[in-house]
């Protein structure tokens, strides 16, 4: 397989096709033709076909795809087959957010622990959890084989909790302060800068609002 | 003005150059050259300088940007130059996350209402507002002339309520709901699946596995 050469384009559509794939096993539909997927996904079946083509293609075109294997197949590539340990640090409302979003959890990802700094936080119940103080962070990490970290804190604490989780030797941080991490390159990071997203909607308002 | 033919990619990047630009402007720097941003910014300076040339430069190269004028500048393009109005709909974890996130108000994005269809937290409040009962979305959103719609409601009632949206005249969707919405074209709509982020995530993790 060339997985590893396979562009980030690729890489970004791939949960979507799981997610249309999860629908169509929920409604029980068995095979499904790139033609049908391309109309239900709004893509073109060529590009259906030239995705799939860089994972070895998932079978027969003519007959079409059998959903449940194309849905374990991707799924499998995006490392869904097997669970991966989360911390959440920054038990402020997004943290809380992704702690009680159940969706993760059957996806695989399972929340080991939250923590915060501040004291009067502290011991307070999320979920099944207790919020820990952030001085435990790096033992906890350590002890429970921790994977990914969730930032979920004010841009100046992610810079310096960021330093506590490359010691503590985390694999990746799934990084929603606002800020660029530096990082060691085998530190895997995924960014989700909200403001970001806003402000492209924004910009796009603005362009309609100038065509008017 | 060519902006309407500006590439995604380059629109993309405009956000991260505002920050940047924002903590230049908080330590006092008052010019700097595509050179020393492109240091900060981990880009080549070329790359900024082909950004910036889309929107004419923004003053001259030798001399250095001046900081302040390049924020206000891309600030505008961004259609941060003026308030922007926005309902959240799900008072959820999420939706209330993002109802105290003081930093979207800071940027002109004030929220007006907050809306669920839970009777049970209905009348509460977040923040300064009081959560009212979704029966009354289509009206306020006429009433107030609100642009953007926040959906932090699960997949099956973001289909739904898009419907009512689309029905009393909204400009924008920032969905935060698993689901791809049918929309009129000239219905502005930006997704964040947070699930899609973290399975990038994932990936890039399965794939450092697989180089061991």
Request: without cysteine; glycine residues 8%.
């Amino acid at each position: 397989m060339s997985e590893q050469k396979i562009s980030q384009a690729v890489i970004s559509r791939l949960p979507r096709y799981l997610r249309y794939l999860g629908d169509l096993k929920d409604e029980g539909v068995e095979r499904i033709s790139s033609h049908d997927l391309s109309i239900r996904m709004h893509v073109t079946a060529s590009q259906i076909r030239q995705d799939f083509n860089h994972f070895g293609g998932f079978g027969q075109q003519g007959y079409g795809y059998n959903v449940n294997y194309l849905y374990d197949e991707i799924g499998k590539i995006l490392g869904l087959d097997h669970k991966h340990t989360m911390v959440i640090i920054g038990a402020g409302n997004l943290g809380q957010a992704l702690a009680n979003y159940m969706n993760f959890e059957r996806r695989g990802f399972i929340i080991k622990g939250i923590f915060d700094r501040r004291e009067e936080v502290i011991g307070k119940p999320v979920r099944n959890l207790e919020i820990q103080d952030i001085s435990k962070l790096e033992s906890f990490i350590k002890d429970n084989e921790i994977e990914i970290a969730v930032l979920t804190l004010p841009k100046a604490g992610a810079t310096e909790v960021s330093k506590i989780l490359v010691g503590s030797g985390i694999t990746a941080i799934w990084n929603f302060a606002h800020v660029d991490l530096e990082l060691p390159d085998d530190v895997i990071v995924e960014n989700v800068h909200l403001s970001e997203s806003l402000m492209k909607l924004s910009y796009k308002l603005n362009q309609q609002k100038n065509r008017e």
